[in-house]
């Protein structure tokens, strides 16, 4: 079986980074991308199975680069990765295909056991 791909997007490189490397060791395949990359490339390289999206960004809840990932990559299940949730509009995020919501504080091993879960993987392996 081929393995999962994630797509990382969030305006933190470290973040980005941090978090495609805890998944990497998993045996899941995490590339990252900061939002303006995201939003000027045309195409990209493997559509993914599952986008982590970061969206602490400080003038909103983000709630335009969901809709733009939404967009682009339709039907493909949407994390977000969310400094302060309880500020999110949840049921249009839903719509959108937002599928959870991690804090920005989960521990590595909480954030693989969660996108495993979500990809339906027992350990985390391929």
Request: neutral net charge; contains cysteine.
């Amino acid at each position: 079986m081929a393995s999962k791909r994630i797509l990382v997007v969030d305006e933190s490189a470290i973040a980005c980074l941090a978090t495609a490397e805890a998944l990497n060791v998993q045996g899941i395949v995490a590339t990252h991308l900061s939002p303006a990359v995201f939003a000027s490339s045309g195409s990209l390289e493997a559509r993914p199975d599952l986008v982590i999206l970061g969206v602490s960004l400080p003038d909103g809840d983000g709630f335009p680069l969901v809709a733009q990932v939404a967009g682009r990559l339709a039907g493909v299940p949407i994390v977000l990765f969310a400094m302060e949730p309880r500020t999110l509009r949840f049921a249009e995020l839903a719509a959108l295909g937002v599928v959870a919501v991690l804090p920005k504080s989960i521990l590595p091993s909480d954030l693989r056991r969660s996108v495993c879960a979500l990809l339906g993987l027992a350990d985390g392996r391929r």
